[in-house]
């Protein structure tokens, strides 16, 4: 017999499950009963993609959050973003299916050199990317996303000065087009900078018809490079209205399944990382979640995300500040 803290942590998936579950049934037999809701990123896996009762970016996943009407929120993600739905639904259980789902970006702000770092640079307001953990939020002023972070910082007093963190790529990105006092904190996802000019250049030659569209936690060089940067729901949006038959995809390649879905008279094209040893484009931690660890998650209602009441509200002011900002923008 299994500690249930053990099924995921421990490895023992398989041995939980018991011979001939409809593993797909019994989520949705345990959705309907326990009033849960699934949550996912575009980078998860397709099965999960389907599974799920929204899938989106990280903006439009925040404010599902916030509006959440559910007892349980499953989050197949990562782990600041299930920590951000247990910000935004603090009365709600909110369920990560592997707490080892990490974030290679969030964990290049460790909060205590961040902390010293704000501390050396007083004066400045702190905008945060929503790739960080519950603690960097905490420290921040204002969260952004990569869909709203340029309009963010476009309406904030010109004279305001700026910390960005934890993305230089992102930062980078959105310095080039304001003429803002920015310094950046020099964090990085490893996925995206894995995307390489090389990777790209070679497909193209080979496609010389392709679109090139990547996102902007992507070094300047590959960005120098795209016919279009935007985060993952622009992405979609541009693929949707642009006349390309074909795309350069310089992303995590779970978002392709949804440009197929909505467009599947194009072709996409996943950019390999630079590593040819291993599936260097995709996220190792979004794929931690599986099928299986939703099941498991469901049924024994674990791992749960649990935040220091006190920390939860010091986070929440800057996303909901965000939230504000979106909306009265219309973002």
Known sequence: ?????????????????????????????????????????????????????????????????????????????????????????????????????????????????????????PGRTVISYINSSVEIKALSDIICTSSNAYKIIESLPVEERIIFAPDRNLGAYIADKVDRDIIMWQGAC??????SVEAILDLKEKNPDAGIIVHPECETPVR?????????????????????????????????HQMKKLRPDKIFLSVEGRDESCRCNECNYMKLITMKKIYLTLKYEEPEILIEKDLIGKAAKPIRKMLDISDRLGL
């Open 190 to 195: 490893h996925v995206h900078e894995n995307i």
């Open 1 to 121: 017999m299994f500690k249930k803290s053990d099924i995921i942590e421990k490895g023992y998936i398989d041995e939980a499950i018991a011979p001939g579950t409809d593993i797909l049934s019994e989520i949705r037999r345990m959705r309907k009963e326990k009033n849960a809701v699934i949550l996912a990123h575009y980078y998860q896996t397709a099965d999960i993609q389907e599974l799920a009762d929204f899938v989106d970016d990280s903006l439009e996943l925040s404010r599902k959050a916030a509006s959440a009407s559910a007892d349980i929120i499953i989050f197949a993600g990562v782990k600041f973003m299930a920590e951000t739905a247990k910000i935004l639904s603090p009365e709600t259980k909110v369920l990560l299916p592997d707490l080892n789902a990490n974030c290679s970006l969030a964990d290049t702000c460790p909060p205590e050199d961040f902390k010293k770092f704000v501390s050396d640079n």
């Open 224 to 256: 120098k490079m795209a016919d279009f940067i935007g985060s993952t729901g622009a992405l979609l949006r541009y693929i949707n209205t642009d006349d390309a038959k074909k795309y350069i995809i310089g992303t995590e390649p779970g978002i392709i």
